[in-house]
């Protein structure tokens, strides 16, 4: 019996869900983002990276040449983005793993999600407005 209890609380601690702790705070997002510049993974795969400045400022990129700055803001569990020339926004609940970031898109885990790949001291690859558009 004794041997099983042990067998059930291993199972447990290895199943749990990573982001048992629950979303961050915009306080502790912002303290682990402001002045960064970070890279963001989908499945193994770069996704694109984000300028986090002073004043919750931020550019974002798909790290194709284009970018657009924005800002966020709290709202509830969630970190709200709104970018120039997008309409609405963008919600992601964002939880610490692994010294990094794991993000899901409007809090679901069905969703997108992104992992903080790391950090980058270069600027990005902005390139100007499209000429023509």
Request: with cysteine; aromatic share 14%.
């Amino acid at each position: 019996m004794r041997r099983l209890f042990v067998s059930v609380v291993i199972a447990m601690t290895f199943c749990a869900p990573a982001n048992a702790e629950g979303p961050l705070s915009a306080e502790a997002f912002e303290a682990h983002t402001e002045g960064r510049t970070l890279l963001f993974y989908s499945h193994g795969r770069a996704y694109g990276a984000e300028r986090y400045m002073p004043g919750r400022k931020v550019t974002w990129s798909f790290l194709d040449g284009e970018c657009q700055d924005g800002y966020w803001y709290p709202q509830g569990e969630m970190i709200c983005f709104v970018y120039e020339g997008i309409e609405g926004q963008q919600c992601w609940t964002f939880h610490a793993e692994g010294g990094g970031l794991r993000a899901l898109f409007d809090g679901e885990e069905t969703g997108t999600e992104l992992y903080e790949a790391g950090e980058t001291e270069e600027e990005l690859f902005c390139l100007g407005p499209k000429v023509g558009a």
